[in-house]
């Protein structure tokens, strides 16, 4: 079945940087995008990127323009996040989902804590 | 950016009951990149609404979407205990693919 299995919890300082995988299985891996999304402790969704697994074309939050690189690879059908520069207010669940346009995101990862703290 | 504004902001209903939720954009968005979450505690959001008014796989048909331009709604008919969660209306018509700020429904 479709499915996208993320990697597991990180513990990283401030300063620091993460980086998040997103395995992607059960369809055609570059037909559709990625997005990412992150949910800080009691605060909303907060969509943070954008990237098309087809051509790798990319769009960014402006707010996390400087600090965040999404990328994919087709062999291991796979989609990464990477966050730098980490701050104690990066500490969130993040999310990887599958966009399909028209529909939205229909599939998502189970998510990664992402824990900042010095 | 589209700016979307949920309301209200928490809602506390009993079982059987019906309930509205808001969604209102900041400038016209396309119905077909309307779309409605369900985020429940240690779970994943699910997606269930799209274009407006479709509803996803699985997804009971005591939900339903409407709307169009500006002004967007999710109804739930007939409330069961597990609707219990917060509800998120997104935009993914053009970047970036903005969410509102949730709606929280407590089931009494």
């Known amino acids: 079945q479709v499915q996208l299995v993320q990697s597991g919890a990180e513990v990283k300082k401030p300063g620091a940087s993460v980086k998040v995988s997103c395995k992607a299985s059960?369809?055609?891996?570059?037909?559709?995008?990625f997005s990412w999304v992150r949910q800080a402790p009691g605060q909303g969704l907060e969509w943070m990127g954008w990237?098309?697994?087809?051509?790798?074309?990319?769009h960014y939050a402006q707010n996390l323009q400087a600090r965040v690189t999404l990328t994919t690879d087709t062999s291991t059908t796979t989609a990464s996040m990477e966050l730098r520069s980490l701050r104690s207010d990066d500490t969130a669940i993040y999310y990887c989902?599958?966009?399909?346009?028209?529909?939205?995101?229909?599939?998502w990862g189970q998510g990664t804590m992402v824990t900042v703290s010095s | 950016e589209t700016v979307l504004t949920q309301s209200p902001g928490t809602l506390s209903l009993s079982p059987g009951e019906r309930v509205t939720l808001s969604c209102r954009a900041s400038q016209t968005v396309s119905a077909t990149y309307l779309a409605w979450y369900q985020l429940k505690p240690g779970q994943a959001p699910r997606l269930l609404i799209f274009g407006a008014s479709s509803r996803a796989p699985g997804v009971p048909d005591r939900f339903s979407g409407s709307g169009s331009g500006t002004d967007f709604t999710l109804t739930i008919s007939r409330l069961e205990p597990e609707d219990c969660a917060v509800y998120y209306c997104q935009q993914h018509g053009s970047p970036p693919y903005t969410f509102g700020q949730g709606t929280k429904l407590e089931i009494k």
């Open positions: 990237i098309s697994a087809y051509n790798g074309d990319t």
């Open positions: 059960g369809y055609t891996f570059t037909t559709y995008g």
């Open positions: 989902a599958r966009l399909v346009r028209g529909v939205g995101f229909d599939i």
